[in-house]
């Protein structure tokens, strides 16, 4: 199957010298001069390869493959580099680009990138047809199985699964790129880089580990009757450096006089927690905009709820949700992070608050930002030390 490629690129010479040569080598080839006009050809013909240059005028090489990443992930996008453009190159890669090569282009590198793009277009067709094979064979068992509900939540768990290790591991992919670029350019930035990317992704399997773990587990909360404003002061404590590193204000607004409350202090910590972390990425979300001089700001807050023992509210002004979205936020698996996240955090939050008999609601409208709310029982320790 002939591949097609779009280069672009707003040399004319460049694009007439590689067309040629790109044709010769049995490729169907578009040229665009700006990443505009590279836009319109792309959504036209939907091509399996895109060749860019970094640096071009208006919208530069790496906007344009974001752009492209947003519409169409496993598109294959090359970048084209000067000798001086390595840190933008690096850049690219971390933006999910398939590779990088340099000006003046050479023969062999070109057709070894292209090479590594086709491999990867044609791993990813496999993968995609073992997967819906994979599907399809889960789906036909569960219909067969008497207790089909239950395998049914287990077919969505392995696939849910499988999405969020494939995401996970296409980044430890990245990082031992960068590292490997180091290796051939003997740079240590590059190892340096390559390797927290490595080390980041690792991480994230580990927590997606223990997430299941946590959600598999059948338990009764380790209720402990304490100030309930600690498990939030902590969470602010630990979230500040990553609010500041991301342009968030995170405040909070604890009640000092809410007496004191029989809940799983680590319990609580985890799902403020995540409902935290998940604001602060709501305010950085590259579609989310603050408009009027608005910064983006988080806050948690503590309060009295009459009938509750205690509620929490987490407040950010951030990109928000619609209905459709607001509908599957508590499903298996279900995200709105793309590759960055797992889906695991709401799940087992929700679990943690439904151990504690409490209930978690949101209230959220799009572009204007979202407040999720826990609120917890009044609960007094058993004999038995768990509290009812």
């Given amino acids: 199957m002939v591949q097609r490629i779009l280069l672009v690129d707003d040399e004319e010479g460049i694009r007439k010298v590689l067309g040629i040569s790109l044709a010769d080598g049995g490729y169907e080839v578009s040229t665009a001069e700006n990443a505009e006009e590279a836009l319109d050809i792309f959504h036209k013909e939907q091509p399996a390869i895109v060749l860019t240059d970094i640096k071009m005028p208006g919208m530069d090489g790496i906007e344009l493959l974001k752009e492209i990443k947003t519409v169409s992930p496993d598109t294959e996008v090359i970048m084209i580099t000067g000798h001086g453009d390595m840190e933008l190159a690096i850049q690219s890669l971390k933006s999910d680009a398939t590779d990088f090569i340099t000006k003046p282009i050479d023969d062999d590198t070109l057709e070894i990138a292209l090479k590594r793009a086709t491999e990867k277009i044609f791993l990813k067709s496999k993968l995609r047809e073992y997967t819906e094979n994979l599907e399809k064979l889960v789906e036909e068992k569960t219909e067969q199985l008497v207790q089909a509900e239950r395998w049914a939540a287990v077919g969505q768990t392995v696939a849910g699964l499988a999405h969020a290790v494939k995401n996970i591991t296409g980044g430890i992919t990245g990082g031992m790129f960068v590292l490997e670029k180091g290796i051939e350019l003997e740079k240590k930035q590059y190892l340096y880089q390559g390797w927290d990317m490595v080390k980041t992704d690792v991480a994230r399997i580990k927590n997606v580990a223990l997430d299941l773990l946590n959600y598999a587990k059948e338990r009764e909360p380790d209720l402990k009757k304490c100030d309930p404003n600690r498990p939030a002061r902590e969470v602010v404590d630990l979230m500040l450096?990553?609010?500041k590193v991301c342009g968030v204000l995170l405040e909070k607004d604890l009640d000092?006089?809410?007496?004191?409350?029989?809940l799983d202090p680590e319990g609580i910590h985890r799902c403020l927690l995540n409902l935290v972390t998940n604001a602060i990425d709501a305010c950085t979300d590259i579609e989310c905009s603050h408009g009027g001089g608005e910064s983006a700001k988080?806050?948690?807050?503590?309060l009295k709820a009459e009938g509750w023992a205690v509620e929490y509210r987490v407040i950010d002004n951030g990109?928000?949700?619609n209905t459709e979205t607001g509908a599957k936020i508590f499903q298996r698996f279900?995200?709105?992070?793309?590759?960055k996240g797992t889906g695991l955090g709401l799940m087992l939050t929700k679990k943690i608050i439904n151990?504690?008999?409490g209930l978690i609601d949101f209230e959220s409208e799009k572009d204007k930002g979202t407040t999720f709310i826990i609120r917890l029982p009044e609960r007094r320790r058993s004999a038995g030390g768990k509290g009812k």
């Fill in 256 to 262: 000092p006089a809410i007496p004191k409350v029989w």
């Fill in 298 to 302: 988080v806050i948690l807050q503590s």
């Fill in 334 to 339: 279900f995200t709105t992070k793309g590759s």
């Fill in 319 to 321: 990109c928000g949700m």
């Fill in 355 to 357: 151990e504690h008999g």
């Fill in 241 to 243: 450096p990553r609010a």
